[in-house]
């Protein structure tokens, strides 16, 4: 009883396993599929050893078979696998590119799989041409020559060139390369009412830079979707300019006045440096006529002659002020 009862389960087990690894459902559909031989019982049980999935190579293999593209073997198939590729993509994109007459070989598949991008999308965009918004959000800025900004956005359309895949550009760059084509078009314009009224003109000078040199796209047109006025650039540039301007001359000008005073105190100051010598010279004549009569170079009326001729100076000095200097009332105040 107790050998049954452990015998039961261990047979469950092992069949279980040889199903599992010995995957006879697959192999009777591959035979029947694209006939006996292609793939053995063997090669099954080893692609479940190495981890490959024998249903993904068995699938593959026969729509590769019923599309008429014999030329891809299972061992293909499955190194494409093992170096960590997508060999569902690959299998349909082949498919499409053969029923679309686009020349794709298997190992060109694999290199643009391996190199990350969607080769079944990469066939899909050849066929059937995508859009792509430049920018992707909001708008281009761009100034014409009168200095009216405009905001612009365009539609691209292009279709993946299968040649320049691997290696090509991507859709970042189309784009930037457009938006800077934009840019320059609405620049070189001579107003802005030009633009408006003629932005095919736009897709025009675009298309004449064969911006897609370098790509993973062929451009086939620019459309521009949307055109809109912005502010004018070129009167506030003339405004700010005219601010500076006028900082620079009021700068100028105070600098002028701050030395023009700076002047005026020097002549003050000199002014004041010849009266002091003035004053100091006027200081001398006294010791020089107490000199005269120690020599008996100068007698008594002599003396008296020239203070008569002080008197007279100074009397008519103040005959000649004002009489507002002569009466001036705070005078008189300190003068008491």
């Known amino acids: 009883m107790n050998t049954l009862t452990l015998a039961l389960p261990i047979g469950i087990i092992a069949l279980f396993g040889f199903f599992y690894f010995v995957p006879i459902g697959l192999w009777f559909q591959s035979g029947v599929s694209i006939g006996w031989g292609k793939i053995g019982m063997v090669k099954l049980i080893i692609m479940r050893v190495r981890k490959i999935p024998p249903k993904m190579m068995v699938d593959g293999i026969i729509n590769l078979h019923r599309a008429g593209l ?5 061992e293909e198939l499955e190194t494409h696998f093992l170096a960590g590729g997508r060999v569902g993509k690959v299998v349909d994109a082949l498919i499409a590119a053969d029923k679309a007459n686009i020349d794709l070989d298997f190992k060109t598949a694999t290199a643009i799989d391996l190199a990350g991008r969607d080769v079944k999308e990469a066939v899909a965009t050849s066929v059937n041409p995508k859009v792509i918004d430049c920018p992707r959000e909001g708008k281009v800025s761009a100034v014409a020559r009168d200095g009216i900004q405009l905001y612009a956005k365009a539609r691209v359309t292009v279709r993946t060139n299968i040649e320049q895949l691997v290696g090509g550009a991507t859709d970042d760059t189309v784009i930037a390369r457009v938006g800077e084509g934009i840019v320059s078009a609405i620049g070189s314009s001579d107003t802005y009412k030009s633009v408006l009224e003629n932005p095919d003109n736009i897709s025009k000078a675009v298309l004449s830079k064969s911006l897609d040199a370098g790509t993973a796209y ?3 047109s620019i459309d521009i979707a949307d055109v809109d006025l912005g502010k004018n650039v070129g009167a506030h540039l003339a405004a700010d300019q005219a601010e500076a301007d006028k900082k620079v001359a009021q700068a100028k000008a105070e600098s002028r006045r701050a030395m023009a005073v700076a002047e005026e105190q020097e002549m003050v100051a000199r002014t004041q440096e010849m009266q002091a010598k003035v004053v100091e010279a006027e200081a001398e004549v006294p010791k020089a006529m107490a000199d005269a009569f120690r020599k008996g ?6 003396y008296y002659k020239m203070q008569n001729i002080q008197s007279d100076s100074q009397m008519r000095k103040a005959i000649s002020k ?5 009466t001036d009332p705070s005078k008189e105040n300190s003068g008491k």
């Open 218 to 220: 062929s451009i086939l």
């Open 297 to 302: 170079n100068l007698g008594v009326m002599d």
């Open 322 to 326: 004002p009489d507002s200097e002569t």
């Open 70 to 74: 014999d030329y891809v073997s299972s």
